[in-house]
């Protein structure tokens, strides 16, 4: 009898370790990389990582196909064809850097703001802003701008943090969450291991989304809103807290600015502003003394409502006053607004009720001692256990800044925000509201940096990128009127803007990783005529030269005049910096590195490598010595080693001074990357149990914070609900002032810029005619997935390799429609012909997709019959960056006027059953050719057989 095999149970699967940071998406999770014979056998969660602790995603250990895909780009590229149409020749990098010079050289000893440098799904925007700033053009922003702004300006703008990467629930403590537009591809795996503690010990999670899937799917309830109507929902919910007097007062009073006076002088000047005194300090009326005085004052007892005379006759409120006014009006009681958002009015008044229950009658409290700003030592830390978070769902939208900022009034009132079973910030934050930042980019001249970095924080007309004349300096318009408070600036115009010259033509288009022709466009047949338009006066296009850098074949690349081969996150250096967008949670600073795991097989270079490499060769003086030679020789690692953005603070916090023997601040220490690859590429500090929460107010938090750098001096950081840099940009709307906007934008400012949150019907919604375009269509990226990388991965692809259009039962059996018709899909813009699919769980009014798995035929070097190019589609061919003309003619951008974020997702559709004819969406384009340089992608994926035992090197096909 012939013996049974024994398995080996402990097989040897790796030959070398290595630790690194994850790039699959913006959790950047730590990695546990296993190689063998130099190729990479798998990748794992790391246990020991402060972020994932072990966890890891289909994404992350999907990584290895996003490291051979076979769409890499693989040598330096210059167009020799028609753009548009993928025709290039291979060049060597000295040829391709020169050009590059030669180009950026012309345009900085002429007229710098010439260049539009735009990166998109970039991680190392400190970087490549300061890169901007040496070179002198304000041109300059990353993918935010179409992503997220409006969610991070509302909260820095309110509460000195914000949601997205900036901020979280606490997950150990929280007894009540409420998700708002929360999808499952970001942030996913904090989010994941959080919700499963909350629900493992009993917890309610609430899910305010159109759609149920994912997290809304396993929510104890999902409320199906209307899309766009998330802040009047929040603001019912504020009504019926305020009518049942179930707000935490004491915390609005010690750490908002709901005493501070606001000027009550309608059509004055300082009418909505706050009264100050002699020295600038806002005033509150001390109800012990009955005077006037300053409102930072430690020792008062401030009213928060009622109205009192200032020295000079004019009356003054509380700003409290003035929210209690707005949302116990009418207009905000449940049954006012439950139609419109699609949530019944016991519904709303009941989860109020569970709010205030959780907040107020089940109170944490902390035996942990603490001192706040004023010297006032506290014996407890006492807890709201109501917390919040929201995405891209509510940010989406051109009424998304004022939403994001009603939810942190929501918080506020609570008192449920840096509190114990809250929302806590992620250090650096909190800032100071806002930010200090300021813009530069007012005046720029030929061979001249910038006075600051491009991107900042306005609080006024007077900070506003514009010319004399009040016209946009800014190639995106962002920082003018159009866009006041544009944080990331808005990526998704500078294409139209330039190829109309409004404000004014460019040279050259400078772009990395951002895939404008497709899916990270509004607008995709508009934008690609815009990208191969000929200006017939000049017979040259009218975006004359066009950069990009990109470590794959996208859709974006055949619109490139010069392509910079990039490599892949497993072959390069990164820096993820509490300068930028760093790791943190909520109870300590972190920040990683990503370093060369493997060797690249191809002649690609790291961007951030090419950039610095770039303006040595330029000679833009941070990355240049006296003598005119490369200041960082050593290309990027050689930068974050020993750039300082000011003294002793650098790109990394751990592991400075000459010996590493400190962290946060101290000076340059040669070996610091070293000390991070010994410690798994990550440094990471606890803080103390004192520092832990209400950071805007505690001494000895606000004392490290100085320490490290994240802010200038440790006074408290009082949070904002009323804005007054809100309503100095509506009181020149109205008219005041020396800077004015231009006519054309005045009510739309008005109404806009209103210090308190406020609701309005999405631009969309009011510019279309809704009985033509009835409902709402919306994408969502799911959790296998994330931007359009994801969708050329081959391990991923199996898994969701075509979408279809999401309707909700109900509405297709009214429409007439079953699981599985083809449909035409029309909005103001445009037509798609596309499969549905009808699904329970789904607002009714609202139809839905998967984001970014429809493919150009022939890109990322997939077949150009492959199911993401004739099965898959886009909705962005439905979407314009423009909204539809107003009576005067004019089309405004398609933005939320305030930050300028992409409205995305105020789209208005009509669905038609159509016959299914070859069952191919539409619209199809021509089929783009293989890159030169690619080989064919395998028919038969088998990587990983060489790893057997028993491999037989002939039938290796990957």
Excluded at 377 to 387: F, N
Excluded at 419 to 428: D, I, L, N
């Amino acid at each position: 009898m012939s013996k049974e095999p024994t398995p080996d149970l402990s097989p040897v699967v790796h030959d070398e370790v290595k630790y690194t940071t994850c790039y699959m998406c913006a959790c950047r999770c730590g990695i546990k990389v296993h190689l063998k014979d130099g190729m990479i056998r798998y990748i794992e969660g790391n246990k020991n990582h402060p972020i994932n602790k072990g966890v890891i995603c289909g994404k992350g250990s999907s990584g290895i196909m996003q490291h051979y895909a076979p769409s890499r780009l693989r040598k330096p590229l210059k167009r020799v064809g028609k753009r548009g149409e993928g025709e290039f020749v291979e060049i060597e990098w000295e040829e391709a850097l020169g050009l590059a010079t030669e180009w950026l050289g012309a345009i900085r000893a002429s007229d710098p703001k010439k260049l539009a440098f735009f990166t998109g799904r970039d991680q190392s925007q400190s970087l490549t802003g300061w890169w901007a700033t040496q070179f002198g053009t304000p041109n300059f922003a990353a993918h935010g701008g179409f992503c997220s702004v409006n969610m991070a300006a509302a909260g820095l703008y309110t509460i000195g943090g914000s949601f997205w990467e900036f901020g979280e629930p606490d997950w150990e403590r929280a007894k009540y969450l409420i998700l708002f537009g929360v999808a499952e591809d970001h942030d996913s795996n904090p989010i994941k291991t959080g919700l499963g503690k909350m629900k493992g010990r009993g917890a309610k999670v609430v899910s305010v989304n159109p759609i149920r899937t994912g997290y809304s799917a396993i929510a104890d309830e999902w409320l199906g809103i209307r899309p766009g109507t998330d802040g009047l929902f929040v603001m019912a919910l504020i009504h019926e807290l305020l009518h049942a007097d179930k707000i935490d007062l004491d915390y609005l009073i010690r750490y908002t600015n709901a005493p501070w006076l606001v000027i009550d002088a309608p059509g004055t000047a300082e009418h909505g502003l706050f009264a100050r005194d002699a020295a600038g300090d806002p005033l509150c009326f001390d109800q012990t003394t009955g005077r006037l005085v300053s409102a930072k004052l430690p020792e008062v007892a401030p009213a928060v409502v009622g109205s009192f005379e200032l020295p000079d006759g004019r009356q003054a409120v509380p700003s409290f006053q003035r929210i209690a006014e707005r949302y116990m009006d009418a207009a905000f009681a449940p049954e006012a607004v439950a139609a419109s958002c699609g949530i019944p009015a016991d519904t709303i008044r009941r989860i109020a009720a569970e709010l205030a229950e959780v907040a107020f009658e089940q109170t944490i409290e902390l035996d942990v001692e603490w001192t706040d700003w004023a010297g006032r030592t506290h014996s407890k830390m006492i807890g709201r256990p109501v917390a919040m978070h929201a995405m891209r769902g509510i940010s989406a939208h051109t009424n998304g800044f004022h939403t994001c900022r009603a939810i942190h009034l929501l918080q506020v009132l609570l008192g449920s925000v840096e509190c114990p079973g809250g929302f806590r910030f992620k250090p650096p934050f909190p800032k100071p509201i806002p930010p200090g930042q300021k813009p530069a980019g007012k005046t720029s001249a030929p061979n001249t940096p910038l006075a600051g970095l491009p991107l900042g924080f306005t609080t006024g007309p007077e900070d506003l990128i514009v010319d004399d004349e009040g016209r946009p300096i800014r190639i995106d318009k962002a920082y003018s009127w159009e866009a006041p408070i544009a944080s990331h600036g808005l990526m998704h115009m500078v294409i139209t803007n330039a190829w109309k010259g409004d404000p004014y033509p460019i040279d050259v288009l400078f772009m990395y990783m951002a895939n404008m022709s497709w899916n990270s466009t509004m607008n995709t047949k508009g934008v690609m005529d815009m990208l191969t338009d000929v200006d017939p006066k000049t017979g040259e296009y009218r975006i004359p030269k066009i950069i990009y850098s990109d470590a794959y074949a996208s859709e974006m690349v055949s619109y490139a005049d010069l392509i910079l081969p990039d490599t892949t996150y497993l072959e390069r250096w990164d820096c993820i910096s509490l300068l930028d967008r760093p790791i943190c949670e909520a109870d300590g600073p972190a920040d990683a590195i990503r370093h060369p795991i493997v060797e690249p097989d191809r002649d690609v270079r790291a961007f951030q490598t090419v950039l610095l490499d770039l303006g040595a060769r330029l000679k833009l003086p941070g990355m240049t010595n006296p003598d005119g030679t490369a200041k960082f020789p050593g290309g990027y690692p050689d930068y974050i080693v020993n750039h300082e953005r000011t003294p002793g603070i650098g790109p990394l916090a751990g592991w400075r001074g000459e010996n590493g023997e400190t962290f946060g601040r101290g000076a340059v220490n040669p070996n610091q990357l070293d000390a991070y690859i010994a410690h798994e590429s990550f440094w990471h500090h606890e803080l103390a149990p004192d520092q832990k929460f209400y950071k805007f107010a505690n001494k000895s938090y606000l004392d490290f914070a100085v320490k490290m750098g994240f802010i200038g001096h440790a006074d408290q950081i009082v949070i904002q609900l009323y804005s007054e840099p809100m309503q100095k940009f509506r009181l020149a709307a109205e008219g005041h002032g020396a800077i004015q906007p231009p006519d054309h934008l005045r009510a739309n400012l008005k109404a806009a810029f209103d210090p308190l949150p406020v609701w309005y019907v999405p631009h969309e919604e009011a510019s279309v005619d809704t009985k033509t375009y009835p409902l709402h269509a919306l994408t969502q990226r799911p959790m296998i997935m994330y931007h359009s990388w994801g969708s050329q991965n081959a391990w991923l692809r199996q898994i969701l390799g075509r979408n279809k259009l999401y309707v909700a039962t109900s509405k297709a059996r009214d429409l007439g429609l079953d699981d599985g018709d083809w449909v035409r899909v029309t909005s103001h813009n445009g037509s798609i012909k596309v499969q549905i699919k009808t699904m329970e769980g789904l607002n009714p009014d609202t139809v839905w997709t998967w984001n970014a798995i429809g493919k150009r035929s022939g890109s990322w070097n997939l077949a150009p019959d492959a199911p993401e190019a004739k099965k898959g589609f886009l909705l962005n061919h439905l979407i314009s960056e423009l909204l539809p003309p107003r009576s005067d003619g004019r089309r405004l951008s398609n933005s939320d006027p305030i930050t300028g974020q992409a409205a995305w997702f105020d789209l208005r559709v009509r669905i038609e059953k159509v016959a299914a004819g070859a069952e191919i969406t539409e619209p199809q384009f021509p089929t783009l050719p293989r890159v030169v340089g690619l080989d064919p992608a395998p028919a038969i994926n088998d990587y990983g057989a060489h790893f057997a035992p028993d491999h037989d090197p002939k039938r290796t096909r990957a």
